[in-house]
Each structure stands twice: as C-alpha cells, then as structure tokens.
C-alpha cells in the first residue's frame, strides 16, 4: 500500500478537506497529489480502486474528496469505485478523470459536480471542483 502522507499548510481553524488521490500513473498522482499539497490539502495517494478502498476503510483516515482517474489495473475501475463510495461512503464526494471519451455518461450519474474531468486536466482544475464540491456539501 502507498505510504500515507499529510502536509497541511491551511489555518487550523479552517482545515481544507482531505483529498484520495487514486491513479495509476505515478507521475500524474505525484503531479497533482503535490499541487494539492501546496495548496493545503491533505492528500492520500492509491494506486489502484482496492487500495483505495482499504484506505477509506481505515479508521485512521477520513477522507472527504477521492479523485480517481476511471481506467486503472485491478478487479475494478473508477466507476466501481465511485459505486463502492456511494454504498458504503455516502459522504465521500468523489471526482472521475479520464482521457476516454466514452467514460463522460456514466461519469456523470456518479459524480455531484459534473461529469468528469478531461485529462489532460490543468491541476487549478481540480482545486476549483474540489472546492464547488465542499462548499455544496456544506449548503447540505
């Protein structure tokens, strides 16, 4: 499993959410897993959807947003995961990313905020649907 790291820059009186970052290319995860870092997020990386699980299961974490990328290797992919979340972490909002086209559909009954990102995604992207996510879960 992927060592679980933290960096929190934000004011302790206004902590930012806990983001799983789940993506098999380790240079996309450590790209935007950093960018969310030095944005003052704390992050979680997996690199796949049953490591992802094992983390949201933990009870040493709580996770707020996971972005996770649709294809990946494994028994199952983004929308599994997506799946798994709504059933067993319903208030866990989650963000799909995917380079196929195809995957927008099905992306978009999963997701609260929008379909899904397009990769390549610019990372401020991802800050700003995290951020829409967090402030709608908050009206709630």
Same mark, same amino acid.
């Given at each position: %499993? /992927? *060592?679980? /790291? @933290?960096?929190?820059? &934000?004011? !302790?009186? @206004?902590?930012?959410?806990?983001?799983?970052?789940?993506?098999?290319?380790?240079?996309? =995860?450590?790209?935007?897993?950093?960018?969310? =870092?030095?944005?003052?997020? =704390?992050?979680?990386? &997996?690199?796949?959807?049953?490591?992802?699980?094992?983390?949201? $299961?933990?009870?040493?974490? /709580?996770?707020?947003?996971?972005? /996770?990328?649709?294809? %990946?290797?494994?028994? %199952?992919?983004?929308?599994?995961? &997506?799946?798994?979340?709504? @059933?067993? #972490?319903?208030?866990?909002?989650?963000?799909? *990313?995917?380079?196929?086209?195809?995957?927008?559909?099905? !992306?978009? *009954?999963?997701?609260?905020?929008?379909?899904?990102? #397009? #990769?390549?995604?610019?990372? $401020?992207?991802?800050?700003? =649907?995290?951020? $829409?996510? @967090?402030? #709608?879960?908050?009206?709630?």
């Amino acid at each position: %499993m /992927s *060592t679980l /790291s @933290t960096n929190i820059t &934000a004011d !302790a009186e @206004t902590p930012l959410p806990t983001v799983l970052v789940v993506e098999a290319d380790v240079l996309v =995860r450590l790209v935007i897993a950093d960018y969310l =870092r030095e944005c003052g997020y =704390r992050v979680h990386e &997996a690199v796949n959807a049953e490591e992802a699980v094992a983390i949201l $299961q933990s009870p040493e974490v /709580s996770v707020d947003v996971v972005f /996770s990328d649709v294809e %990946m290797p494994g028994t %199952m992919d983004g929308f599994g995961l &997506a799946r798994w979340i709504r @059933t067993n #972490k319903p208030g866990t909002e989650v963000i799909l *990313t995917s380079g196929a086209e195809r995957s927008a559909d099905i !992306a978009a *009954t999963l997701c609260e905020a929008g379909p899904l990102l #397009k #990769k390549p995604y610019p990372s $401020q992207d991802v800050v700003d =649907r995290i951020k $829409q996510l @967090t402030a #709608k879960a908050k009206r709630s």
